[in-house]
Nanobody, 124 residues
Framework: QVQLVESGGGLLLTGGSLRLSCAAS????????MSWFRQAPGKEREFVAA????????SYSPSLKGRFTITRDNAKNTVALQMNSLKPEDTAVYYC?????????????????WGQGTQVTVSS
């Protein structure tokens, strides 16, 4: 069982930066693939970024690569999402998710544990 708690969301202007953090409970954090998803009002949840168990492998939504960076610290049981050059279309609730064995990192169906989400609002 893994519990995930996101933090770091907020309201900011276009072009700003924000760092989201997700704290995980449990002793087996390093055995999980960790990802960030987001869901905007009226839209389906979409994949943002994922990071492998050791932190060496990452995957990004093609539309976000270059602006967002995912990292993890297995010693602290945390995963972070650095978001730069934010745009109004980045406005969404951002969710942290953990998977014990996702075949497709960007497929939300492979993730067993989810946080409650943190709101990011980018105003123009």
């Amino acid at each position: 069982q893994v519990q995930l708690v996101e933090s770091g969301g907020g309201l900011l202007l276009t072009g700003g930066s924000l760092r989201l953090s997700c704290a995980a409970s449990g002793r087996t954090f390093s055995s999980y693939i960790m990802s960030w998803f987001r869901q905007a009002p009226g839209k389906e949840r979409e994949f943002v970024a994922a990071i492998g168990r050791s932190g060496f492998s990452t995957s990004y939504s093609p539309s976000l690569k270059g602006r967002f960076t995912i990292t993890r610290d297995n010693a602290k049981n945390t995963v972070a999402l650095q978001m730069n050059s934010l745009k109004p279309e980045d406005t969404a609730v951002y969710y942290c998710a953990a998977s014990s064995g996702a075949l497709l990192w960007r497929d939300s169906r492979y993730y067993q544990y989810w946080g409650q989400g943190t709101q990011v609002t980018v105003s123009s």
